[in-house]
């Protein structure tokens, strides 16, 4: 009974894990688009899931929520933190701050 536990429970934590990855990728490729869309620098290596919850889709299903933040640049010098949220693996929510171009 134990054994069955213990093997359930590592196939749970490696689903979420290869889940986890697939939806970091899908938050690096959607903040590249949102700031390029701002005329932005989008710095990948900084994307990182900083909260995670459960949510009702529009169908009413449970799904995962995952919030990302990750830095964007206007001048290739300073940086602005930005964020967006994932809800199974669409775009909800996001967030550039606004920034002067010149």
Request: charged share 20%.
């Amino acid at each position: 009974m134990a054994e069955t536990i213990l093997l359930g429970l590592l196939i749970a934590l490696a689903w979420f894990w290869m889940d986890s990855i697939a939806k970091r990728e899908i938050a690096i490729k959607i903040g590249r688009q949102l700031a390029e869309r701002c005329h932005l620098q989008f710095l990948d290596e900084t994307v990182a899931c900083s909260r995670l919850g459960i949510a009702r889709d529009g169908n009413g299903r449970v799904q995962l929520q995952r919030t990302y933040t990750f830095d964007v640049s206007s001048q290739g010098v300073e940086r602005m933190a930005a964020h967006l949220q994932l809800r199974g693996g669409l775009l909800v929510a996001w967030h550039i701050p606004p920034y002067a171009t010149q």
